[in-house]
């Protein structure tokens, strides 16, 4: 007599969460260029180009100025057809290895889209970066409004990672970590730093608010370590728990709420 069946290992596809969608005052006047991006058509950059190009329409006639306004009285048209906003959508990924942070690669590398294909049919784009090597806590979004509040210089919002080196750290290297160590485009300091055990000093905890590019990295870089393992574990308020590497889910509704309210580090 056969024994039963051992039971597969399945995980079924997150569902989509239908998020609120904020009431828009008829007379609130906002940026053409704005408008189009949280369509989901482009970015703003772009939408700047497409305008200049004369290719957008405002109630039937071209617009080649930039800085217009509009209000959600008027049409908009680009190729013809009528633009309206996109329903927004918010995914977390648990970023893993080997995998580029960008919407496509020219070298023909994975990148985080082609882990996250599926999720929606609106154009998500990461929100910052993660090196190729490093993983991690990654937001994929296509609002536009929150991926800026999330990334600009003055708002830059906390950032946890665990840090294996390939060597153990020293105490006093761990406090010019905290006191601030200089680097070619500026000091920098870490908010937070620790061991993460007391028994294996090649493991840090780092707590920093900077955007700069591989900035972790390049602070244990320049006190001679070298990073072999980098793993964002916060980012904003988000983490990673319960989320397997190479999996993602949809931000729920009250997460998106904290993000919107600034009610975070």
């Known amino acids: ?23 828009v005052d008829p007379n609130m006047e906002v940026r053409l260029n704005k408008f189009i991006a949280n369509a989901g058509i482009c970015s703003r950059r772009e939408a700047d180009e497409l305008i200049q190009k004369g290719l957008i329409k405002v109630n039937g006639t071209p617009v080649t100025e930039l800085g217009v306004k509009i209000t ?28 580029v942070t960008t919407a496509d690669d020219p070298n023909g590398r994975k990148t985080v889209m082609d882990l996250v294909k599926g999720a929606c049919d609106e154009r998500i784009y990461p929100v910052g970066r993660l090196d190729r090597n490093s993983t991690g806590v990654l937001l994929l979004t296509n609002d536009g409004d929150l ?9 830059v919002k906390k950032k946890i990672y665990q840090v294996w ?4 750290i020293a105490e006093e290297d761990m406090q010019r970590i905290a006191d601030g160590v200089e680097l070619d485009d500026g000091p920098i300091h ?14 840090a905890g780092i707590e920093i608010h900077s955007g700069r590019n591989r900035i972790v990295r390049r602070i244990f ?22 989320l397997p590497r190479g999996r993602w889910r949809y931000l729920t509704q009250e997460e998106v709420n904290f993000l919107k309210q600034n009610s975070f580090e």
Not at 7 to 18: A, D, N, S
Not at 190 to 203: E, H, I, L
């Open 165 to 168: 080196t390939d060597k153990p």
């Open 1 to 23: 007599m056969q024994g039963p069946k051992p039971q597969m290992r399945f995980t079924p596809k997150p569902q989509r969460i239908e998020y609120e969608e904020p009431m």
């Open 72 to 99: 959600a009285k008027d049409t908009v048209e680009y190729n013809d057809n009528v633009v309206t906003t996109e329903k927004k959508c918010y995914v977390l990924l648990n970023k893993p290895k080997d995998c």
């Open 147 to 155: 991926a800026s509040k999330l990334t600009h210089p003055q708002y």
């Open 221 to 242: 870089e320049s006190l001679g370590y070298h990073v072999v393992k980098l793993d964002r574990v916060y980012f904003a308020g988000l983490t990673k728990k319960n």
């Open 190 to 203: 870490a908010d937070a730093v620790s061991y993460v055990t007391p028994n294996d000093r090649k493991q």
